[in-house]
Each structure stands twice: as C-alpha cells, then as structure tokens.
C-alpha cells in the first residue's frame, strides 16, 4: 500500500514562491511516474505537473510553465514542485500521486491512494 505524504504549503504573497515535497513509502517509488495534483475550491482535481521514474521526462500544464518545476530524489523516495512567481489562482489543496507513466498521469489513472495534500494560499 503506498503511502504519500506531502507538505512545504503555507500563505504567500502574489510574486512569492513555495518548494512543496512528497515523500513515499511502502512501494518502489523508484519505478514510478509521479505528478503533483492540485483542486481550488468548487474545481475539479487537475494535474499540474509529472516527471518520469528516472527524471529524464517532465511534463507541464500551460499555466505553470515557466513558474513550476518538478523535480525527483529516488534515493530519498521524495518527489518536489518549486512553485516561482505565485498568483492568487495557483491557491489550492496539493496533492501528489504515483502513476505507470506521464501519461497515465494526464488521464488521472493514478497507482494507489491520494495523500493527504498540502494547502497553497496565495494572497493578492
């Protein structure tokens, strides 16, 4: 049963930045996709980025590219997203979760269960 657990969220002001991380355990991180979620208030679930098991592989949505980044340590099981250039819409729950692949991460099929999430607040 693997097991996510995220954190690093917290208020921010509009043009700050937060470094979230997920940390895994029970299952072989390592041959995993992974990809951090987040849900708005009244939103659905949406992905927001996914990096490959080795990390050769990143996939951003157009709203984050060139403020996120994602980023993996196999050694230390830990997944993260360097959020730069915050806006008050980037505010959401955050969560992370396993995948086969990228793409299996886009479609939302995700291996095992949700972590608990991390809470972003950004302020205008």
């Known amino acids: 049963q693997v097991q996510l657990v995220e954190s690093g969220g917290g208020l921010v002001q509009g043009g700050g930045s937060l470094r979230l991380s997920c940390a895994a355990s029970?299952?072989?991180?390592?041959?995993?996709?992974m990809g951090w979620f987040r849900q708005a208030p009244g939103k659905e679930r949406e992905l927001v980025a996914a990096?490959?098991?080795?990390?050769?592989?990143?996939y951003y949505q157009d709203f984050v590219k060139g403020r996120f980044s994602i980023s993996r340590d196999n050694a230390k099981n830990t997944v993260y997203l360097q959020m730069n250039s915050l806006k008050p819409e980037d505010t959401a729950v955050y969560y992370c979760?396993?995948?086969?692949?990228?793409?299996?991460?886009?479609?939302?099929?995700?291996?095992?269960?949700w972590g608990q999430g991390t809470q972003v607040t950004v302020s205008s």
């Open positions: 979760a396993m995948g086969y692949s990228i793409a299996t991460l886009q479609q939302a099929h995700i291996s095992g269960s």
């Open positions: 029970g299952r072989t991180f390592r041959n995993y996709a």
């Open positions: 990096i490959s098991w080795g990390g050769s592989s990143t």
